[in-house]
Nanobody, 124 residues
Framework: QVQLVESGGGLVQPGGSLRLSCAASGTIFRMNNMGWYRQAPGKERELVAT???????KYADSVKGRFTASRDNAKNTVWLQMNSLKPEDTAVYYC??????????????????WGQGTLVTVSS
């Protein structure tokens, strides 16, 4: 069974930095786009950043210039470096990935994977 396991959340003061990690476990034929979403209390989940297998990135306007996504294709791992954090960045951050997996019937299918979420709290 393929899973995404996140780490790196926590409490940080405004202006501080955190680095989130997300590693995929299990047998993956091909990992496609990977990315990060977040959900603040009382709000809908929103896209933070995506990164393709070739390293092309896209960011939400609210995090451009402060957050950087990177990945290691050989390790099926993605990171999110978050700098100059603001209280409004407080949220549960979720790792997301599109992967091609081989099913028990031998057929390859596209699957969307989600991590369990890691809480980031920005507060003084």
């Amino acid at each position: 069974q393929v899973q995404l396991v996140e780490s790196g959340g926590g409490l940080v003061q405004p202006g501080g930095s955190l680095r989130l990690s997300c590693a995929a476990s299990g047998t993956i034929f091909r990992m496609n786009n990977m990315g990060w979403y977040r959900q603040a209390p009382g709000k809908e989940r929103e896209l933070v950043a995506t990164i393709t297998s070739s390293g092309d990135t896209k960011y939400a306007d609210s995090v451009k210039g402060r957050f950087t996504a990177s990945r290691d294709n050989a390790k099926n791992t993605v990171w999110l470096q978050m700098n100059s954090l603001k209280p409004e960045d407080t949220a549960v951050y979720y790792c997301n990935a599109g992967a091609t997996l081989r099913g028990p019937d031998g057929i390859y299918r596209y699957s969307e994977l989600w991590g369990q979420g890691t809480l980031v709290t920005v507060s003084s």
